[in-house]
């Protein structure tokens, strides 16, 4: 059972997704987690009475009884959040940033000096305990404040223990990557739609097949590859439809689609770099 007191600053969909599964997980009670968000009351008063967590506006927390704060705010709104916690904070005091592109430098660049900070990117699975969750720690974090941040991230899915320079591509797969799996949804039930098949149905029918791929990915001792081969029968319905694929960009367009969302992930901290330039 977790001990530490922790706080998120920002009470929107990603943190919400991640309180759930917190709670949920009954990994930390819910009395030590507090939501704060800068102005918006109905929001907190719905978090309050959803998940039982304590909530209060950011300008009434009480910095100093939180151990480890998450930043769930959109990553626009760092730099103010920083220097604000850069009064408020001790060193003993850990930040746990979700927000993507915005690398463990970019905050210990504008903090005090040996601060401890963490980067996190969960994916919005979190609130089915179903999230990739990458863990990367800053240079001044101390292995047992690692450890309680990763045993945070395990109440909401699986947690890896990713370097600095792969977290825009980890964004690009996993942060991001339930969308593509919702983009191929929705191809889908257009398809079965336009064949005469109901949407109920056929989000049963997609979902289903799409978890017990990831199923057999899991606990099967196959490469993907060998698992697509077994599926393919010699001139059957499979080999044709991944010949339209192919023909159709299909495999690029995945890693086109995780190369894109990894280059904004680098480019959102070079952005908000060149909007500061010579302010520290
Ligand atoms: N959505 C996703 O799948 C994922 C998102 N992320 C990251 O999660 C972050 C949050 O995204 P999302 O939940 O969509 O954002 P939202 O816009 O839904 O929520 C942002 C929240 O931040 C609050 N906020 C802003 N400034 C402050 C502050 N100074 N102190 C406290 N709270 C503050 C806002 O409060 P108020 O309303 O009062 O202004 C609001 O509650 C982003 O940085 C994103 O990169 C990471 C992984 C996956
Ligand atoms: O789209 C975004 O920027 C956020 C980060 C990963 C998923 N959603």
Sequence with gaps: MIKQTIAFLGAGSMAEAMISGMVESGSIPAHQIIVTNRSNQDRLNEIQSKYGVRTVLKNDLNYSE?????????????????????????????????????????????????????????????????????????????????????????????????????????????????????????????????????????????????????????????SPSELRQNVTSPNGTTAAGLEALHQSGGGEAISEAIKGAASRSKEMSKELEGMLVGSK
Excluded at 155 to 160: K, L, P, R, S
Excluded at 181 to 197: D, S, V
Excluded at 204 to 222: S, V, Y
């Design 66 to 222: 939180v151990d480890q704060f998450i930043l769930a705010m959109k990553p626009k709104d760092i730099d103010a959040v920083l220097e604000d916690l850069r009064y408020r904070i001790d060193s003993d005091q850990v930040l746990v940033s979700v927000l993507a592109g915005i690398s463990t430098s970019y905050m210990e660049d504008r903090l005090n000096d040996g601060q401890q900070v963490i980067r996190v990117m969960p994916n919005t699975s979190s609130m089915l305990r179903e999230s990739a969750t990458a863990v990367c720690p800053g240079h001044y974090t101390g292995m047992d404040n690692v450890m309680v941040a990763k045993e945070l991230m395990k109440a909401i899915g699986e947690v890896f223990v990713i370097d600095e320079d792969k977290m825009d591509v980890f964004t690009g797969i996993a942060g991001s990557g339930p969308a593509y799996f919702y983009y191929l949804m929705e191809h889908i039930e257009e398809t079965g739609n336009a064949e005469g098949m109901d949407r109920e149905t056929l989000r049963e029918i997609g979902a289903q097949t799409l978890l017990g791929a990831a199923k057999m990915m899991l606990e099967r001792d196959e």
